[in-house]
């Protein structure tokens, strides 16, 4: 466990109904140093919640309440200064890059804004550092990727340039949700390796947010198991197979394979 640069301490968010107050995350506590930390969950359990609640995110109307919430020395239940806080100490990636770049504008300003907005550097300097990362996240032909607008891309093009334009700033901690959910099995595991492989280059933290257990405990060292607004069970990733939690174990259970090809899966909850 390295040092923490997230911690995080009875986090708890809930939002108004008609009804009261409803919970949807319910006191959950951890920590992510430099390191890969993946929080895994069902739709619903709260872990994209949880991302946002740590970006400051989150709508008005949320009730965010938490022992601690601390980034790097900032608290994030009193921050100000938000702005200059995100794309430089945090950054988030989401699903699907084209709900997340502007297709009026072309790649190179897009993965340049944060430059823009956290740097003094010149206008050939932005370039030259949008170009490297642009390489970097492996996308062939930068100088073309960077005068191009984003509909001349496929889905993996895309993605990798969202992950260009939030890393070239150098961020400590990357929060990723579901960042390959739009993709296929082969382009995954390519960002998910590219992800592990800038996370350990640029040492940084990255917390993956996804739904599938078995996809994401290749690339994290330790694993998050979220449940109705709850965290379940945390391990190390290699501790899978000895998961102490019924709910865990029916999760990693139920993991395809060759030996459960034509096989009906086990249903958690599910008398036999």
């Known amino acids: 466990m390295t040092e923490p640069l997230l911690q995080v301490e009875d986090l708890s968010i809930s939002f108004p109904s008609a009804m009261g107050l409803v919970r949807i995350v319910d006191d959950i506590s951890f920590s992510v140093g430099r390191e890969v930390v993946a929080l895994v969950g069902e739709s619903g359990s ?3 919640m949880t991302g946002r609640a740590i970006m400051g995110l989150l709508p008005s109307r949320a009730k965010v309440a938490a022992a601690r919430l601390s980034f790097d020395g900032h608290d994030l239940t009193a921050e100000k200064g938000w702005n200059s806080l995100r794309g430089s100490g945090l950054g988030l990636i989401l699903q699907d890059p084209k709900y ?3 297709p009026a504008h072309r790649i190179g300003r897009q993965v340049e804004e944060t430059l823009l907005l956290h740097t003094r550097l010149s206008a050939a300097e932005r370039r030259e550092r949008a170009l490297d990362m642009l390489d970097k996240v492996g996308l062939p032909d930068a100088s073309r990727i960077y005068s191009s607008y ?3 891309l496929s889905g993996g ?7 260009a334009a939030m890393l070239i700033n150098r961020p400590k901690l990357l929060i990723a949700d579901e960042p ?3 993709l ?6 390519q960002i998910l390796t590219l992800l592990r492989s800038l996370s350990e280059e640029l040492g940084m933290g ?4 996804s739904h599938d257990l078995q996809q994401v405990s290749r690339y994290a060292d330790r694993v998050m198991v979220m449940r109705r607004g709850r965290i379940d069970e945390q391990m190390a990733s290699a501790d899978l197979a000895n998961a102490r939690s019924d709910y865990t174990r029916a999760l990693w259970a139920a993991r395809p394979s060759a030996a459960t090809y034509g096989t009906r899966l086990p249903v958690y909850g599910e008398q036999p």
């Open 157 to 163: 093009m895309g993605q990798r340039v969202m992950i």
């Open 150 to 152: 984003p509909a001349a």
């Open 206 to 209: 990255l917390l993956l947010i």
């Open 184 to 189: 296929d099995r082969e382009l995954q595991d």
């Open 180 to 182: 390959t959910s739009a």
């Open 46 to 48: 709260g872990k994209s």
């Open 100 to 102: 997340s770049l502007n």
